[in-house]
């Protein structure tokens, strides 16, 4: 783990990481670089592959993705938390994932494998055995996997 203040020479050295705009219309904020990578990233291949007001859908959680790339989340829930939603809302929320022909799922599989290694996902299991039925992965952007309905 990289520490904010290192010693050169006796003397305290600040190594603040370096901030850069967002880079998305509505996100007039400075963030370090691999977060304007990765985030920034995700949004704008949203934007660019889908029309606005198409829907999307992102699992687990980061609703901020909805806003950042100025697409509806048809459900909802904006986290799917363990437990946050019942077997019957999975299965509510995957009814509606088809009628409103979502074409791209944003998966943060930092949080599927937390909660998976813990046993946890298993609470959303009907949830993420449709996401991983219906969708592939058509890309990745940093950590996040951007999923495409397969055909």
Do not use: C
């Not at 880079?23 to 291949?45: Q, T």
């Not at 509510?92 to 909660?115: C, F, G, K």
């Amino acid at each position: 783990m990289k520490s904010v203040v290192s010693w050169q020479s006796g003397w305290p050295h600040f190594d603040v990481p370096d901030y850069v705009p967002m880079g998305v219309p509505g996100a007039g904020v400075l963030v370090p670089k691999n977060s304007r990578d990765a985030i920034g990233g995700v949004a704008r291949y949203l934007r660019q592959r889908t029309a606005p007001g198409e829907p999307i859908f992102v699992y687990p959680t980061l609703p901020m993705f909805y806003y950042l790339a100025d697409r509806p989340n048809p459900t909802r829930f904006g986290h799917v938390y363990p437990g946050a939603a019942t077997p019957d809302e999975q299965l509510e929320m995957i009814a509606t994932l088809e009628t409103s022909h979502v074409r791209y799922v944003v998966w943060d599989q930092y949080w599927v494998n937390d909660w998976g290694d813990a046993g946890r996902y298993l609470l959303n299991k009907a949830l993420t055995d449709y996401l991983l039925r219906t969708f592939h992965t058509e890309t990745m952007v940093g950590p996040f996997h951007i999923l495409a309905r397969s055909e």
